[in-house]
Structure formats: C-alpha cells, structure tokens
C-alpha cells in the first residue's frame, strides 16, 4: 500500500513562496499515476491545487495557475509543490494525494500552513 | 469548471437509520464520480468510484449511484463510525471539483 508524506514549513509570510513535498513510500513515483496536490482552507471544502504525471506532465486548478509550480524527483520518489506571492487566502491545509483508476486513491495526512507576518 | 452541489449540506440522523445524499453536478460527467469520508483533523477517505464502485475494505452498507448529472450515496445503516462529513468529486474534466459537503451528524 503506497503511503504519501508531505513536508514543508507550517508558516509562510504574505508574498512569499510555499514550499511543500511529499515523499511517496510503499511504491514507485513511475508507476502510471498522477500526483496531486489538493487544500482545504480552515472549516471548508476541498480545491485541486494541481497535478504531474512522471512524465512531467502537468494540469493545474485555472484558478491558480500563475502561481503554482509542480514538479516530480523520480531519485527521491517524490513531487513538490511551489506556490507564489501567497496571500492569507492560502491558509489552508496542504494534502498531497494519487490519482488512480478515477479516485484519489491514497493521500498524505496533510499539513497546514499558514500565511501570517 | 464543473460545479458540485451536494444536498443536504447538513443531516441529522439516528444509528441504524437508511440516509442519502445528493451530488449534482452542473454539466454532464458520464460516471466520473467519486465520494469520499471525512473525519475531523484526517484526509478524505475514499469510498466509491465511477459512481457506484465500492473502494476495496469499505463496508458494504455503503453504495452509490447515478450518472450524467446527478448521483447518490446511500449509507444503508449507520453505524457510530459513519458520523463524518462527505464529499463527492467530480473526475470527468480537471480541474477534479469537489462538492461542498454533507455533514451528517447524531441526533
């Protein structure tokens, strides 16, 4: 059973980068399936942040696209997430998740971070 | 964006009661529907997928159904470990939508 990790600082200042990763274990990177980051902002709903297969090849939420870098280390079985100019609306809490055979079928625990000077 | 509106947003009921919810989405999405449990302070828990496929180890109490635009999940008997908050997906076209989600609470 694949078991999905994410990492990164709890706590980004407004108009910085957040930086997260999650490491995949029990499992290959390279084995056919997207890999996705999805948030839930404090006391709400879900939001597809965005996607990479190990190709490379990437789909993100429109909504955040100019802000949001994915990217995959096939060495350290692992994907990453960049996003930009962060604002107090992306407090959240960050899951990383696979998406296979139409479900996302294993997600990390989720970290929260938040966006506070 | 394909829009999700789960109904009810929120639900009141017993153990051993039969409750649905309600998934409509805003355009067609064939069968490309999952649902999903949550719990406070966990990650979403898969349950179905393509709208009426049971996850391997989830109960069979739990079912799903629909297609196009409008799908159900039906809990067939509540168990204490059921009171959560749900939430359907839609896979058809990215960005993958989520509902709002049901909270189903004891009464």
């Known amino acids: 059973q694949v078991q999905l990790q994410e990492s990164g600082p709890g706590l980004v200042k407004p108009s910085g980068t957040l930086s997260l990763t999650c490491a995949v274990s029990?499992?290959?990177?390279?084995?056919?399936?997207?890999w996705s980051w999805v948030r839930q902002p404090p006391g709400k709903g879900l939001e597809c942040i965005g996607e990479?297969?190990?190709?490379?090849?990437?789909n993100y939420n429109p909504s955040l696209k100019s802000r949001v870098t994915i990217s995959v280390d096939k060495s350290k079985n692992q994907f990453s997430l960049r996003l930009s100019s962060v604002t107090a609306a992306d407090t959240a809490v960050y899951y990383c998740?696979?998406?296979?055979?139409?479900?996302?079928?294993?997600w990390g625990q989720g970290t929260l971070v938040t966006v506070s000077s | 964006d394909t829009q999700l509106t789960q109904s009810p947003s929120f639900l009141s009921a017993s153990v051993g009661d039969r409750v649905t919810i309600t998934c409509r989405a805003s355009?067609?999405?064939?069968?490309?529907l999952a649902w999903y449990q949550q719990k406070p302070g966990k990650a979403p828990k898969p349950l179905i997928y393509?709208?009426?496929t049971l996850q391997s180890g989830v109960p069979s109490r739990f079912s799903g159904s629909g297609s196009g635009t409008e799908f159900t999940l039906t809990i067939s008997s509540l168990q204490p470990e059921d009171f959560a908050t749900y939430y359907c997906?839609?896979?058809?076209?990215?960005?993958?939508?989520f509902g709002q989600g049901t909270k189903l609470e004891i009464k």
């Open positions: 029990g499992g290959s990177i390279s084995s056919s399936s997207w």
């Open positions: 990479i297969y190990d190709s490379g090849s990437t």
């Open positions: 355009h067609g999405i064939r069968s490309y």
């Open positions: 997906q839609q896979l058809n076209n990215y960005p993958y939508t």
């Open positions: 998740a696979r998406y296979q055979h139409q479900l996302y079928d294993s």
């Open positions: 393509a709208a009426s």
